[in-house]
């Protein structure tokens, strides 16, 4: 059994309140024995792809040489807890990533997953601030078993998904920032999708509340599924900040992928055209 926690919240106005917020949630996780936690997408600033604004630039810093990965790999070994951190990454100038950080409970740094999949829609403007990510999909062997990461609009594209399943993933995160009467429909059906699909645990965090630089209006509704498709708990408000913290129980992978041998049965010798396509 794994205590995981996701973290959905409305941005503050400024950064460092935002942080603090964060590191709240950190130790209000903790208490409740949880021993993961993965904050939203790019979790200390707002969501600034409402508009496109250089400005927005000095959000990014260096991955794990940062400043916000040195303070939250020092409160993880604190905690002892792992922490998924999504945030704006600066590879150098000029070349910045939608990336998530992921710190093992012991405070070291594991590595991190740059956002694949890169929106240009209104209201969604990422291709003026991200690179398409280069990372693959890595899978991190973390205190609490291997965890992967799956960014926002990753999810609507199942190649990745089923990377992480076949790299072993046991937990994989999807740390979002999606807005009501865009997606509802998809986010109570995508992710539970993937995680039957795939066998595995999915936490799907998204923020709450309207921000200043645009009408996206962000519905929270953030949770855990398992591999059967079943809500672990109550999903959370679509308009409060709300901490989660549900126990997953790991049994259940093997029994489900022993029902249904979906590793066994697949055909990856018939896929080789979908690449050509």
């Known amino acids: 059994m794994i205590r995981a926690a996701v973290f959905q919240t409305a941005w503050t106005g400024d950064k460092e309140s935002m942080i603090q917020v964060h590191e709240q949630a950190a130790r209000d996780a903790a208490a409740q024995g949880a021993q993961v936690l993965c904050f939203q997408e790019l979790f200390y600033g707002p969501y600034f792809c ?59 740094y594991l590595g991190k997953y740059r956002k694949t999949h890169i929106p240009q829609v209104r209201g969604f403007w990422e291709k003026f601030y991200f690179r398409p ?38 937990i994989v995160f999807n740390p979002s920032a999606t807005s009501r009467g865009l997606s509802g429909y998809l986010w109570q059906l995508e992710q539970p999708a993937a995680a039957v699909a ?38 959370a408000s679509d308009k409060e900040p709300e901490l989660v913290v ?28 979908l690449t050509d396509l």
């Open 198 to 235: 795939n066998e595995y645990f999915v936490g799907a965090i998204n923020r709450v509340g309207v921000e200043e630089y645009g009408d996206n209006d962000f519905y929270g509704t953030s949770y855990f599924v398992d591999p059967e498709a079943q809500f672990v708990g109550e999903v």
């Open 246 to 273: 549900r126990d997953l129980d790991m049994a259940k992978l093997r029994e489900v992928r022993d029902r249904w041998q979906f590793y066994r049965d697949r055909a990856p010798a018939a896929y080789g055209p």
């Open 50 to 108: 409402q508009v496109q604004d250089p400005a927005f630039y000095e959000y990014a810093e260096q991955i794990p040489e940062g400043p916000i990965v040195r303070r939250f790999q020092a409160l993880a070994k604190e905690l002892g807890i792992v922490l998924v951190l999504p945030m704006y990454e600066e590879e150098q100038p000029g070349v910045l990533y939608n990336t998530a950080a992921v710190i093992d409970a012991d405070g070291s």
């Open 133 to 170: 990510g280069n990372s693959g999909w890595p899978v991190f062997d973390t205190a609490v078993g291997k965890v992967g990461v799956y960014i926002c609009y990753d999810r609507h594209f199942p190649e990745g998904w089923r990377a992480l399943g076949l790299a072993g993933a046991e």
